[in-house]
Every structure is written in C-alpha cells, then in structure tokens.
C-alpha cells in the first residue's frame, strides 16, 4: 500500500539550511510533493518534482528525490523565521491523481 | 482567478446535528476532492469526483457522509449526524485531466474547520 513518512520536528536557526527529509512506498509515483501549512491556514504548494527528475530548484528551495531509495528531501536555505510551519510531503500515484501526504514536519526557525 | 472556494471558513455544531461544506472548483477543472486533515495530520481522501461522477468514494463513511456534485461543477459534502470524531479541517481540491508534467493543475481550497461540541 501507499505509506509517506516523515520525521516529526526539526529546530534550525535563523540563516543556517534545512533539510526535511520524506520517504514513501509506491514506486509508480508520478510527481511529488511539498506544501506548506502555517497554524490556522489551508495549505500551500511549495513546490514539486516530476518522478523522472532528479533534482528542481526554485530561489531558497532545492528538491531532491532519489527513486531507487524513494528519498525526497526540501533543502531551505537561509532559513528565515517565516518559514516556521508544517510541511507536508506528499507523493501522487497513477490515474487516480490522489495525493497521498505524510504526517507533516514541524519546522521551528530559532532567533 | 480565484481558485478553490471553500464555505464556510468555520463551522461548529453540536453533536448529533447536520453540518454541510460547500466546494466551488476552479473553472474547467474535471476533477473534484475532498480530504479530511485531523488534527496533528496529513489530509487523507474522502471522495473523488470525474466530472459529476463519483470515482472513489471507498474512504467516505457512508453511514453518516454523503457528497454530491451536480452538473459537475459546485460540490457539497454532508455529514449528518455529526460526531465528536468529525472535528477536522474538511479540504476540497481540483485538478484537470490531463497535463503531464504542469501538476494536473492540483489546487487546494482554505479548507473548512469543523468543531464538534
């Protein structure tokens, strides 16, 4: 069956990177996933990565995925105390479009 | 464009009581989700609609859940009676058919948040 895993917490400080690492089960995965949610709010596409890629950047964002582990990373550089949320990764698998989403991470940025 | 609509933003009922959200897609979106995120959660899918047709409702606690999506546009899901349980923030997303490697388009609506008391 499908499975997304993420590890719960992660504290960094205020300028140094984050790395918010995600594993998942399905192979035939066609793109994956990373939103965004801040307390109280919906959630937000962050970015995401089409299953023959290897690696997407987007300004502070760097998305790594490694299908042979079924390892995708989000590396946020210069991490700023905005970026204090959850974030969620989040694989989508065949014809069906379903997102199958992990348990989140909670990423507190420390002055 | 605005995107998904959601209404309401928030909701409390007692238990026992009717509750319905209502979903407004974006505009030439086929297909139509709702997920229900739980607290301290990911959000999970309820149903997934093609058009005005229910494709996967094998997640929907059809005892007390129903949806519904005439005319393949508005959607509107019910629970009745609600539970303790159904506290949760209820999702609904679009997305189109087709477009391989443009993300099918997914979008998120704000969600609505439901208390059960």
């Known amino acids: 069956g499908e499975d997304v895993e993420q590890s719960l917490f992660l504290s960094v400080r205020e300028g140094d990177s984050s790395v918010i690492n995600c594993t998942y089960t399905?192979?035939?995965?066609?793109?994956l996933y990373w939103y965004k949610q801040e307390p109280g709010a919906g959630l937000q596409l962050l970015t995401y990565?089409?299953?023959?890629?290897d690696m997407k950047q987007d300004q502070r964002l760097t998305v790594l995925l490694n299908k042979k582990d079924k390892h995708l990373s989000l590396r946020i550089a210069d991490t700023q105390t905005g970026d204090s949320a959850i974030y969620f990764c989040?694989?989508?698998?065949?014809?069906?479009?379903?997102?199958?989403f992990g348990s989140g991470t909670q990423l507190t940025v420390l002055p | 464009e605005a995107g998904v609509v959601q209404s309401p933003r928030y909701k409390i009922i007692e238990k026992k009581q009717p509750v319905a959200f209502w979903c407004n897609p974006i505009?030439?979106?086929?297909?139509l989700y709702w997920y229900r995120q739980n607290l301290g959660q990911g959000p999970e899918l309820l149903i997934r609609?093609?058009?005005?047709?229910?494709?996967?409702d094998s997640q929907l606690p059809k005892d007390r859940f129903s949806a519904e999506r005439l005319k393949g546009v508005d959607s509107t899901l019910k629970i009745q009676p609600a539970e303790l349980g159904d506290s949760a923030v209820y999702l609904c997303?679009?997305?189109?058919?087709?477009?391989?490697?443009?993300?099918?388009?997914?979008?998120f609506g704000s969600g609505t948040r439901l208390t059960v008391v």
């Open positions: 997303a679009s997305s189109t058919r087709t477009g391989v490697g443009s993300n099918y388009g997914y979008t």
């Open positions: 989040a694989e989508m698998t065949g014809s069906a479009r379903q997102l199958t």
């Open positions: 990565i089409f299953s023959n890629m």
């Open positions: 399905d192979s035939s995965s066609t793109y």
């Open positions: 609609y093609e058009n005005e047709e229910a494709v996967d």
């Open positions: 505009s030439g979106h086929n297909t």
